[in-house]
């Protein structure tokens, strides 16, 4: 147990960081690119790896700390909320619905897709190993 929370907490760290990094280098742009890089990626991401893991073994140390630590770190509703409103005050009802839109969509279809290759991924390591 106290394995599977340090990992959930070294991977929160490390998602918190990579978010914050990332942040910071399109902070110019002027839209949040940012977030929604960062919840696109996390969700293909945690896709990918609920996939894999159907078919291999995966740690459960290492499954926690990516999924719920790395990515639950890295992906952030509260800022695509804040982010939203920011648009819909300062920026033009276009450009808040085209970032919702995106962000969402996105999310769950590349979540879909993560998980499709995370699959398949798996299903040929698995053969590969068991060779």
């Not at 991977?11 to 839209?31: E, P, Q």
């Not at 996105?106 to 698995?126: C, E, M, T, Y």
């Amino acid at each position: 147990m106290f394995v599977n929370l340090l990992s959930i907490g070294i991977g929160g760290a490390l998602g918190t960081f990579f978010r914050f990094l990332l942040n910071n280098y399109t902070l110019h742009v002027g839209f949040p690119v940012g977030t929604i890089v960062e919840n696109l990626l996390g969700s293909f991401l945690l896709g990918a790896i609920s996939g894999w893991v159907l078919t291999n073994k995966m740690a459960e140390w290492l499954r926690l700390g990516i999924g719920v630590g790395l990515c639950g770190g890295f992906t952030t509703m509260s800022t695509l909320a804040a982010d939203s409103l920011f648009l819909h005050t300062h920026s033009s009802l276009f450009n808040t619905l085209l970032y919702l839109l995106l962000s969402l969509f996105g999310g769950i279809s590349l979540a879909f897709i993560g998980f499709l290759l995370g699959d398949k991924w798996g299903r040929v390591q698995g053969k590969v190993e068991s060779k």
